[in-house]
């Protein structure tokens, strides 16, 4: 069905790494009244974001009616109106490994914030079989254990996206890229394993 695929392993295996560092799981983070407020898919981002504006609003107001008595009684000559303003993810930079964009966590960012201990059990799993997948590769091999390893890889990784879809979480093309990255390797493997069968029905024919 597949044509053979000659892909440096080695290089599926470190991209398929690599992929827990790209934008994996949409995030944006609100601070409404000095309490944050997250958000894993753009409608709650929109709706959080329209709750922020609503109370700066309302403390506006209060703030500048309060200026306004306060010059009328003369209680504060020098009181001057004053506005907070909200930074969002101000420290990206030290922190990309967790929010690769303004709007998005990596896998790693998704183990530790997404608001679902089930979904960050199940993606911190998937993240550890990769790194083991990578670092021992070449033992794995030899027990002949890769498809299992990486065959329950995705299958974590298909739960995760199912998991998602029920908190109402956007995956990003993080995700996908994770899973495009582990069929080819499946493909891979499978087409190895049909290849030594069939050298070894040839040396030794019943």
Avoid at 68 to 80: G, I, N, Q, Y
Avoid at 89 to 94: A, T, V
Avoid at 108 to 116: D, H, R, S, T, V
Avoid at 157 to 170: D, E, G, N, P, S
Wanted: aromatic share 14%; charged share 15%.
């Amino acid at each position: 069905m597949f044509s053979r695929i000659n892909i440096p392993a080695s290089a599926i295996r470190f991209l398929t790494l690599a992929c827990y560092f790209l934008p994996f799981v949409f995030y944006f983070s609100t601070c409404v009244d000095g309490v944050t407020k997250s958000a894993f898919n753009k409608s709650d981002a929109i709706a959080n974001e329209k709750e922020k504006v609503r109370v700066e609003k309302k403390n506006i107001i209060q703030a500048a009616t309060a200026e306004v008595l306060d010059h009328l009684t003369f209680k504060d000559e020098s009181a001057a109106f004053t506005s907070e303003t909200m930074h969002i993810l101000e420290n990206l930079g030290d922190s990309w490994y967790l929010y690769p964009t303004f709007t998005s966590i990596s896998a790693i960012g998704a183990a530790l914030i997404l608001e679902n201990p089930f979904a960050q059990i199940v993606i911190s799993l998937s993240a550890v079989l990769s790194l083991i997948t990578f670092l021992f590769w070449r033992l794995i091999d030899r027990k002949k254990i890769g498809l299992y390893f990486i065959g329950t890889n995705l299958f974590l990784l298909v739960v995760f996206a199912i998991t998602c879809l029920f908190i109402k979480a956007t995956l990003l093309y993080g995700a996908y890229a994770l899973m495009f990255l582990l069929l080819i390797q499946i493909i891979t493997e499978v087409q190895k394993r049909k290849e030594i069968n069939s050298n070894d029905e040839a040396v030794n024919p019943n």
